[in-house]
């Protein structure tokens, strides 16, 4: 069993200098947060060799999300969002070509089973450049991948953990409808280099109940991909679909 470990580097301190140079704090002290899931739909490849997702039966699931996000009116310093992303499948599959995940390799035709768990946890630092009906955020994002790939069929075993960290450029736009509750925006984190490609992003529209925590429903659309070609791991997969989220702000 191997261990895929840092698989990025990108100088952090500079881009968050870039940003404070031209960054605004809130005005008030704020605590944003949210909770919900997401239709995946997975398409792509996986291993090497590689095959399909397809192949592997990897359908739609269910993929949970949470977070929480703490805003201040402190200048210079940088606001603070950490989210953790639920990203796994379980699934059989018969494939077409042979496949591998580590160093086992499966012969075509065989029936496997494969269980991919891609979860993260992201620490996001993002400062305020607009804060009134048009709101603006850019930063940078640490991702932490904690999971594996494992394959198994008959007496054939396969597994790889996912132990990596991996910096992103972060920004959010969202447009406010004053005096309606309702706002549309979009937000996301990417990086790419040397051949792997990373992005996250979303569509969304959000509703805002007039109460005294205003409490919300969020619904949008998502779209991950996660195409790493590094220390011979191959995965190109990308998950899309439409999520809906229960938030609140204090």
């Known amino acids: 069993m191997r261990h895929i470990h840092q698989i990025g580097k990108i100088s952090i301190a500079t881009l968050a200098l870039a940003c404070c140079q031209y960054a605004t704090a809130d005005t008030v002290f704020g605590i944003y947060a949210g909770a919900g899931s997401w ?26 999300f949470y977070y929480i996000a703490i805003e ?46 891609l979860s993260s946890t992201d620490a996001t630092l993002y400062y305020e450049f607009l804060d009134n009906w048009v709101n603006l955020d850019l ?53 790419s280099y040397d051949g792997n490609n990373l992005h996250d992003y979303n569509a969304k529209i959000s509703y805002m109940f007039d109460s005294a925590l205003d409490l919300g429903l969020e619904v949008g659309y998502r779209t991950m991909k996660i195409d790493i070609n590094e220390d011979d791991v191959a995965t190109n997969l990308e998950l899309k679909g439409p999520y809906a989220a229960a938030v609140f702000h204090f």
């Open 39 to 64: 239709q995946s739909e997975y398409s792509g490849a996986a291993g090497d060799p590689q095959v399909s997702t397809d192949d592997l039966g990897m359908k739609d699931d269910n993929n949970n």
């Open 139 to 191: 930063g940078v994002t640490l991702r932490k991948y904690s999971g594996y790939l494992k394959a198994e069929a008959l007496t054939l075993r396969d597994e790889i953990d996912v132990d990596a960290t991996v910096p992103l450029i972060y920004g959010k736009v969202q447009f406010d409808l004053p005096l309606t509750g309702f706002s549309a925006g979009v937000e996301g984190n990417f990086i």
């Open 72 to 117: 201040h009116p402190v200048p210079f310093l940088p606001n603070l969002k950490v989210q953790q992303n639920n990203i796994t499948s379980n699934q059989t599959g018969t494939i077409k070509n042979s496949f591998s995940i580590d160093d086992v390799v499966f012969p075509a035709g065989t029936n496997v089973k494969t269980d991919f768990d």
